[in-house]
């Protein structure tokens, strides 16, 4: 009877599994295998919809169209100033790892990173040599700026709040509501408020530099500020799930340790540093990974608020990806793009992954 009762959970086991696979391979899979075939191919995406014959199977040419060159080589003084930090680096990584001062994993990643960094910089072309896709370096290169700068915007503010608010009162729910409120705003609203904010003429910002004697900055057309522009738009939009995860983490911190902390004259900042920042510490990794994750993904803030310019400034993966299938036809060239797109969100996947099976 015990077996025949386990055989028929594995069977109703299988049975509500079987959809969700049917459904996950269907829509989730097949789409990237496809995807990882498109790119091996010279496809045209007009040419193909009238002609399935039409496309031509290339292997990693585009791949090398796309990420490499001809005649590129490589120096250790081509980029000092990011070189020699990825040097300090692997030297810190080494030293601190002897010392016992680091974990494992985290001279490893500490080394790893350090190692790219002066690795990747290197490349460059050579005499008579040229980078294939010249706008694709420096679309990756924007895209880095923006969750460079946007992560930890989000983050710190993120936090910052979650702490100012984690108390119950009437008030404190009211804010919460209004700071979350920005999260469920689709991407077109999002972007209109902040046109309308950064305009020179009538926006609340231009209005507050002349109210002091400033002159107003066009940020969606300067070169200099529109990236700044999209940061400070997606850090507003984004607060929200950061702010409600942190909070859930500063609830699950007992009382008693701030009491006892209390007693030796540890409160206020001190109290947050010192207690609410280490017991915070995966709540923050979680955050901080979502967020990279989540950010590496931009399209919509770009594509609405500066048409990824002035002068490619804004340009972003996402939106080189979509030009590049969609508008210049080269379906093939975008799906390679897109595969080097999965490859990084990956990484930070598997990194994400780790550290939950250091918190099990």
Known sequence: MASRSKL??????WLLLVPFLATYTLFLVYPFFRGVW???????????????????????????????????????????????????????????RRMNRLSQFNAIALGVLSGLLVLLPGFHPGEGGRWYDRRFWPTVGNTLIFVGFAVPGVTISALVLAAAMNRE????????????????????????I???????????????????????????????????AIVIATIWWSLGIAMILFLAGLQDISQDIYEAAALDNAKGVKAFWFITLPNLTRTISVVVILQIILHFQVFGQPHLMTQGGPNDSTQVLVRYIYQTGFRDSELGRASAMAVFLFLIMGCFSIIQFVLGREKD
Not at 172 to 191: A, D, E, K
């Open 169 to 192: 009162t009437r008030t404190m729910g009211i804010l919460r509501t209004l700071f979350f409120l920005s999260q469920v705003l689709s991407v077109t609203v999002v972007t209109l």
């Open 194 to 228: 902040w046109q309308i904010m950064f305009s020179p003429r009538q926006g609340l910002i231009a209005n507050i530099t002349e109210t002091f004697g400033g002159t107003p900055i066009n940020w969606l057309t300067d070169q200099q500020f529109a990236m700044a």
């Open 8 to 13: 028929s959970q594995t069977q109703a086991a």
């Open 38 to 96: 498109i790119s091996l191919h010279d496809w045209n995406l007009l040419a193909v919809a009238f002609n399935p014959d039409a496309k031509e199977f290339v292997g990693f040419r585009n791949y090398e169209r796309v990420m490499w060159g001809k005649g590129i080589t490589w120096s250790l003084f081509n980029a000092p100033v990011l070189q020699t930090l990825g040097l300090t680096g692997l030297v810190l990584s080494v030293f601190l």
